[in-house]
């Protein structure tokens, strides 16, 4: 997997073997930056179910301040951490051992104001109601108390997983469909900083 622009364009980066990573593929990454033009210069950077960091690290690459990075599976956190180090990009950030959905990190999450929040997890968590639910109330706690005002939650989602109406009151969203894949572009509804 290559960054595709900014200062690290071109850059391979590093990934752990097998199957338990699922990685983006580059054309709708490429689409995903396009859409967040106007949040990246500057932004601080929430990579949720990180992996090994791609869509943190092309967010630094493109001119983000600050990513922080959360990852519970050690084979991805030791690709993650040679990706951040081989591309002189562990000033810019921080890599954190950890479950997104687990309460005890929920603590660490709202220690910013994030201006982009990546949330890409597992697709077998979103085949079970329960899994769905959770996942579902994880996003509208990060969108209603810990995204800036003007933020966005990027949620990638096999096609169809989700609808619109999943997300509440509260919450604005946009969908972006790609084959089996889905985005979904989400912040709070106007009247409800």
Same mark, same amino acid.
């Given at each position: 997997?290559?960054?595709?622009?900014?200062?690290?364009?071109?850059?391979?980066?590093?990934?752990?073997?097998?199957? !338990?990573?699922?990685?983006?593929?580059?054309?709708?990454?490429?689409?995903?930056?396009?859409?967040?033009?106007?949040?990246?210069?500057?932004?601080?950077?929430?990579?949720?179910?990180?992996?090994?960091?791609?869509?943190?690290?092309?967010?630094?690459?493109?001119?983000?301040?600050?990513?922080?990075?959360?990852?519970?599976?050690?084979?991805?956190?030791?690709?993650?951490?040679?990706?951040?180090?081989?591309?002189?990009?562990?000033?810019?950030?921080?890599?954190?051992?950890?479950?997104?959905?687990?309460?005890?990190?929920?603590?660490?999450?709202?220690?910013?104001?994030?201006?982009?929040?990546?949330?890409?997890?597992?697709?077998?968590?979103?085949?079970?109601?329960?899994?769905?639910?959770?996942?579902?109330?994880?996003?509208?706690?990060?969108?209603?108390?810990?995204?800036?005002?003007?933020?966005?939650?990027?949620?990638?989602?096999?096609?169809?997983?989700?609808?619109?109406?999943?997300?509440?009151?509260?919450?604005?969203? !946009?969908?972006?469909?790609?084959?089996?894949?889905?985005?979904?572009?989400?912040?709070?509804?106007?009247?409800?900083?």
């Amino acid at each position: 997997m290559r960054i595709i622009a900014g200062t690290h364009r071109g850059r391979i980066l590093a990934a752990p073997k097998g199957l !338990a990573t699922r990685p983006m593929l580059g054309r709708v990454r490429e689409a995903i930056f396009n859409r967040l033009a106007p949040w990246i210069d500057g932004a601080l950077v929430l990579d949720l179910f990180s992996g090994t960091g791609s869509l943190g690290i092309e967010a630094l690459s493109r001119g983000a301040k600050f990513a922080r990075f959360l990852e519970r599976d050690p084979d991805a956190r030791a690709a993650l951490k040679v990706n951040l180090q081989s591309l002189q990009l562990v000033e810019q950030c921080e890599a954190r051992n950890g479950d997104a959905l687990n309460s005890a990190n929920h603590v660490a999450l709202k220690e910013g104001s994030w201006d982009i929040v990546f949330f890409d997890p597992p697709y077998p968590m979103l085949d079970k109601r329960e899994g769905r639910d959770e996942l579902i109330e994880c996003v509208r706690a990060i969108i209603l108390e810990q995204l800036a005002e003007d933020g966005v939650l990027v949620f990638h989602t096999p096609a169809a997983a989700l609808g619109e109406g999943d997300f509440g009151d509260g919450v604005e969203a !946009a969908l972006s469909s790609w084959g089996t894949t889905d985005i979904w572009f989400l912040g709070r509804a106007e009247g409800d900083a």
